[in-house]
Every structure is written in C-alpha cells, then in structure tokens.
C-alpha cells in the first residue's frame, strides 16, 4: 500500500474513532467532594479544672462523628465535613488560653472557637477577633466585653447568670425551705453583701426566699466552723459556687454534724463514684444537686425533634463505645450545645461567611440541643447575643443522680458577674 493510502486510512479511522467517542454516552462524573468546616474549641485538659474539659471533649468528637457518617452538614448549595480541634487552656491562666486560640487559629486555620469558658476571654478574643473567627464564650469574663471591639464574639453558655435560676429551680423542689444559704470561696476585694444585696432582696420580694451568705478561704477543707455558721443563719438548702471538692467534702462534713441540707452546685455532677469517694459515703452523697441539661429528661422545655434524635444518637453511641456509662451531661450544657450554636447559624445563614452568619446569631432564633430561645442581653452586652438555658437540675438519691427540676433562664440582662469581676481585678 503507497504512503498516500496509508496516509488516508489512518484519517477515515481517527475521524470514525472521534465520532464513536462522541456518541458514546457520557461517563459518569463523580460527585465533588465535601468541603471541609475547621472548628475548635480550648478547654482545659491538665490543671485544676481538667476534670470538665476531658469529660466534654469525647461528646463533643462523637457529635462530629455522626454529622460526617450522615454524609456532613448540608450549608447552602454545599455539604461539608466537620473537623474539630482542641486546644488545652487550663480555664485560670489567661496567657495559656490565649496561647490555645492562637494554635486553633494560625495552625488549624479554625473557622470558629465554638467553647470557651475560661477567665480570658479578652486575650481569647484579641486572637479570633482580627480573623474573624467567631468565638462562643461563657458569661464568665462578661464584665471585659465590648461589642464594638469584639464584633465575632457571642456568650453561648450563661455560667454567671444560670446559678440564680438553678438555686430557685432546687427551693422550688424544696417548698418548706425558706431560707437559701449561698457559700463559696471568698477572696479579693469583694463585697459580697453590696454587690448581691438587689439580688437578695428580689428574691425576697419574688418569692419569699431569703438568702444569706458564707464565704470560706480558697483552698479551705474544713468546713466545721462554716457549716455551724449556715446553721445558726437557719439554712435550709445550700448552694455552692465551687469546686466538686468543695461540695463534696462540704457534703461529708454536714452529715457528719447532724445536717440533711440538700447541696445545689452551679456545675453538673461529674461521676456518681467521684461524688461517693469524695463525701465518703452513699449517706453523705445524698441530696446533692448539679445541672442536668440532658435533653431527653427535660421537662420544661421543648427540644426540636431532630436535635433530640442526635442527643439519642450521642448518647448510644457514647454507651456503646465507653461500656454503657452515659454522656457527661455537662457536655449538653456546653459541649455540643455550644459547637451546635455554630453550625446551626452556618446552615441558617447558608454560607461560612462569619459576617453572614454573626447576622444570623445576634439577635436570631436558634433550635439547640436544650431548647428554642432568642434572647437579646442588650444590657449586659451591648448588643444583641444568643443563647439558652433550661437551668434543669439533678439530686442524687441513693446511687442515682435523677431529675429534680428546672427553672429556664429567660433573661440576659444581669450585670453582677461583671461587678464581682471588676472588684477581683482591682
């Protein structure tokens, strides 16, 4: 065959090869894949209060678990993976806190710190407000905010406000207590009488409830000289602004000296054995109170179906993997609440953008895993800032902590905690 056949042989076969390829029908493109949603949260995991952070921390990973076995979280046109970091800041020591968010934000590249509860909350804040990473902080350190200078901060877990309605939420329990003794670790410059004296008295208008007041040095083990000054003050329920030692060892000593005094503590109670080996016996353990936001026991507020349906999904998942011990309920008060604040406002909003998705949580109505609250602290804040809380509590009975009751905190306009924080940093 000359060369000029064979030339043309080879054109008539490409040009038939290019028309089969174009009849052909289409392979299949695969589906892009998920974006990818970098969040963070500093808590502590060494230190004082590790305790709570290594407690939280395994709730908060499962939560994320199931968002990216369902496929990721659905925002706008787009769906995206879930990735979670953490960052160890002790809760005391501001510098350290600060350290954490800086790892979050500079290494991980996080869109979002979404749990916060520490004292540093302004050095936390100088560290995302320039990137616009928006941090959801506790109330602790509400006295240092201000909303012009932190324009992607938000206070997603009322850890000042909250012991009000967690103490009249026990009274409540109580009816025949009449007189509620508030103890705690006193120190600084603070004048406990002044500073909570309206308070005080509101609760005495409101309900018929008067409070006194017993303030122990930091670090105190001996409670005997404090539980006879509660006495002689005629308590009838005591609530505690302290640590789980303080509780517990406050529990042992009162059986100890005669008292029955049920105990409320602003935080939930860790582990059954914990509370027993500190208070040192079932006897001594009894009555003692702590927040107990689950959301399948809540009573007073409504929680949305789908939101209960992941609680559910958390909770078997979290059996399943640690022996059938249950979620540290604590984690629903600001573990995967706080994380859900975040990522309900990105689907709200549809997008990422921190700025589209600040205007959805000032000032929006948001679904969680313990309720529908929209609440404004314009007040306290300076602007408008979301969040909720049922103040529901436990009591332990025999060696169960079961429901007690619960008292929803319904309003955000309470300047005491930045008083009190003002007055320790004179």
């Not at 200078?149 to 009249?168: H, L, T």
């Not at 409101?206 to 006495?231: D, E, H």
């Not at 959805?360 to 602007?383: A, D, P």
């Amino acid at each position: 065959m000359s060369g000029k056949y064979k030339l043309l042989t080879s054109m008539v076969l490409a040009i038939v090869l290019i028309a089969i390829s174009a009849c052909a029908t289409p392979v299949a493109q695969s589906p892009a894949e998920a974006k990818v949603l970098k969040i963070g949260a500093v808590m502590p995991f060494t230190g004082m209060a590790s305790y709570w952070g290594l407690a939280i921390r395994p709730v908060m990973q499962i939560y994320t678990d199931l968002i990216n076995e369902d496929g990721g979280l659905k925002i706008g046109d787009d769906k995206y993976k879930v990735e979670l970091y953490f960052a160890d800041g002790d809760g005391i020591n501001p510098s350290s806190d600060a350290a954490a968010a800086r790892s979050l934000v500079y290494d991980k590249n996080v869109k979002a710190i979404v749990s916060y509860f520490g004292v540093g909350y302004p050095l936390v804040a100088s560290v995302t407000t320039p990137d616009k990473v928006i941090l959801n902080s506790s109330t602790i350190s509400q006295g240092t905010y201000n909303a012009a200078r932190d324009p992607y901060s938000i206070f997603g877990f009322p850890s000042f406000e909250m012991g009000e309605y967690q103490a009249m939420a026990v009274m409540h329990a109580f009816p025949e207590a009449k007189t509620l003794c508030w103890v705690y670790a006193s120190g600084g410059n603070v004048d406990v009488e002044k500073t909570y004296g309206p308070i005080d008295e509101a609760l005495g208008k409101t309900y018929g409830i008067k409070s006194v007041r017993v303030g122990y040095p930091l670090g105190t083990t001996n409670f005997t000289a404090y539980i006879t000054k509660m006495a002689d003050l005629g308590s009838d329920v005591l609530f505690s602004i302290g640590t789980p030692l303080d509780v517990g060892l406050m529990a042992k000593q009162r059986t100890q000296m005669g008292y029955k005094w049920p105990i409320g503590s602003t935080a939930a109670i860790l582990d059954i054995s914990i509370v027993k080996g500190i208070a040192g016996s079932e006897e001594a353990m009894q009555n003692i109170c702590g927040d107990y936001c689950y959301p399948w026991v809540l009573k007073k507020v409504t929680v949305a179906p789908r939101y209960l349906d992941m609680a559910n999904r958390i909770r078997e998942a979290y059996k399943a993997k640690y022996a059938g011990k249950e979620p540290y309920v604590g984690a629903f008060g600001v573990g995967v609440t706080s994380m859900g604040h975040y990522l309900e406002a990105c689907q709200m909003a549809g997008t990422t953008d921190p700025d589209k998705v600040m205007s959805v949580l000032r000032g929006g109505t948001l679904e969680t895993f313990i309720g529908k609250f929209t609440l404004t602290g314009s007040k306290t804040y300076g602007s408008p800032v979301v969040f909720g809380f049922p103040c529901a509590m436990s009591i332990i009975k025999g060696n169960e902590s079961i429901y007690l009751n619960e008292e929803p905190l319904l309003d955000i306009d309470h300047t005491k905690g930045g008083e009190i924080l003002k007055e320790l940093n004179k």
